[in-house]
């Protein structure tokens, strides 16, 4: 194809980005040259920030610039706990603004098939921040996958000694699905887990 | 919200970019976070390399980072230009394989409200470069907006004394359309072009 090099291979960035194929990462290069030099430099000014700045919390892993993130810090002494797999997921949880407790990313969740054991999450780390900070309750948020299922089983098993209780969100129907299209697990849970109006 | 400032700032660069929402650009950027520092690093690298290296080509104005493109070069001698209003319009051509001539990018279409008169547009250099090189074609690739079809009269007429024919792209039925949802300009522009079997 007739492309310079330089914008072939920034096209190859942006089509190596989740939901974004070789049609629209070519756009979004063509979008950014119709731009100043300035804004396409701004843009590489603040990718460089973030790969240089934000890290892990100390205490929770989520993504901070800090040595302790700003939930660690605003919400200390919080008495309870929400155990995500990857720090993305605590986004439908803050834009919500039901929750206003901890959060904890494990960093992945048990799958002998990929090798990741006990030892590869902040299990340890975990159990003693529960231990220290007296938390009263752990909600794990996991998903639903099989090995989401184990590695919750496997929380909850390590939590058994402390005075903490293990929670998980409940399972049903999401808001404004039509009954005709929920599939067959979504409803069995749905119809146990069904309440008093 | 919780997110280090950095981070933020990042996720208002994605979405800027065209197509991508605030949702989509935190995902982005989430993603991003998760790979190796080095990939981040890649990425400003090449956004940087474009904006220092490409520019518009100077017979065409397509993005080159040689002084005369890739197409300009290598088709040096043909005898039909396709005019486009800006770089991106070429891609549809060299996708389908289709075309095999030079192009020339007009830098957009008369436009009296917005203050884009014809002194706005490269045409004395697409004059220029008609008379220069003999060309024997000029394929008007303006779209279907008034302002575009008012673009492609004013050419056709700084064309008139020159031995050059003036073409445009067929309007129809798209492939694979249901004729049910066609509007009504094309579907009276494909009656008056209909062919022959």
Chains 1, 2 share one sequence.
Do not use: W
């Not at 989740?18 to 300035?38: E, F, M, S």
């Not at 975990?126 to 590695?151: D, F, M, W």
């Amino acid at each position: 194809m007739l492309e310079p090099f330089s914008l072939e291979q920034l096209v190859q960035e942006f089509a190596s980005l989740p939901g974004i194929g070789k049609k629209t990462a070519r756009r979004l290069a063509y979008h950014l040259l119709q731009k100043p030099k300035q804004d396409i430099e701004r843009f590489a000014d603040r990718l460089k920030e973030v790969s240089i700045k934000v890290r892990p919390c100390s205490k929770c892993y989520l993504y901070t610039d800090t040595e302790i993130c700003s939930v660690c810090c605003e919400r200390v002494g919080a008495k309870s706990i929400c155990v995500v797999e990857k720090p993305s997921d605590v986004l439908p949880f803050e834009r919500s603004g039901i929750y206003q407790g901890l959060y904890f990313v494990l960093g992945g969740v048990l799958s002998p098939l990929d090798g990741v054991g006990p030892e590869k999450l902040h299990l340890t780390k975990l159990v003693k921040r529960v231990q220290e900070e007296n938390i009263e309750e752990l909600i794990l948020a996991l998903g639903s996958s099989p090995e989401a299922e184990s590695t919750m089983l496997l929380i909850d098993r390590l939590m058994s000694d402390l005075p903490v209780k293990c929670t998980r969100l409940a399972r049903g129907i999401p808001m404004g699905s039509d009954l005709e299209f929920v599939d067959e697990i979504t409803m069995l849970k749905a119809f146990e887990g069904r309440n008093m109006l």
